[in-house]
Every structure is written in C-alpha cells, then in structure tokens.
C-alpha cells in the first residue's frame, strides 16, 4: 500500500511556472504507474498527466502538451509535475495517484490518491 502527498500548489500570476511534488511512503513506489489528475470546480476530474513504472513512456493531456512535464524518481519516492506556461484554465485542484500495474497509463482504475493540492492562476 502507498500513501501519497502532494505539495508545491499555489497562487501564480498566468504565463507562470509551478512544479508539484507527490512524495509516496513505502517500499512499492518503484511499482506504481503514477499520475497526476486535477478537478476544477463545478468539472470532472481530468487525467492531466501518466508516467510509466521505468518513466519511459508518459502520457499528456491534448490541454497541457508541451507546457507540462511529468517526472519521477524511484530512488526518492517522488513523481513531479513541471508546469510551464500556466493559464488560468489551469487552475483547480491537483491528484497524484497511482495503480501498483504497468502498461496502459490511460485506462484502468487509479487505486491510491492524495489530498490535493490547489494551483490557482491569476489572469
């Protein structure tokens, strides 16, 4: 089992930058497909971002390509998510999670979630 916390939210004027932290306590991370949702509100919650067990193979949202960069490190427990470029539509509360499989980094259920974190873009 993995407990996850995130961190790095906060308040940025658009055209700004943030990197969010999702930091996994456990011996398992190294197994886990990570992920990063968010959930604006009144909306859904939105896969923003996937990476891979190994972080070879990632997936991006068609909203964030090119502006977002998710990463990890095994050896830290942590997955990050670089965030260039910010919009206002950008703004909502953000999810790390992750699923203890490999392979599709779209579909299938997310098992273990963090609190959130809120980023919030001035326009």
């Known amino acids: 089992q993995v407990q996850l916390v995130e961190s790095g939210g906060g308040l940025v004027q658009a055209g700004g930058s943030l990197r969010l932290s999702c930091a996994a306590s456990?011996?398992?991370?190294?197994?886990?497909?990570m992920a990063w949702f968010r959930q604006a509100p009144g909306k859904g919650r939105e896969l923003v971002a996937a990476?891979?067990?190994?972080?070879?193979?990632?997936y991006y949202a068609g909203s964030v390509k090119g502006r977002f960069t998710i990463s990890r490190d095994n050896a830290k427990n942590t997955v990050y998510l670089q965030m260039n470029s910010l919009k206002p539509e950008d703004a909502a509360v953000y999810y790390c999670?992750?699923?203890?499989?490999?392979?599709?980094?779209?579909?299938?259920?997310?098992?273990?979630w963090g609190q959130g974190t809120q980023v919030t873009v001035s326009s």
């Open positions: 990476i891979s067990i190994s972080g070879g193979n990632t």
């Open positions: 999670a992750g699923k203890p499989v490999d392979g599709d980094l779209v579909r299938g259920v997310y098992t273990y």
């Open positions: 456990g011996r398992t991370f190294s197994t886990y497909t």
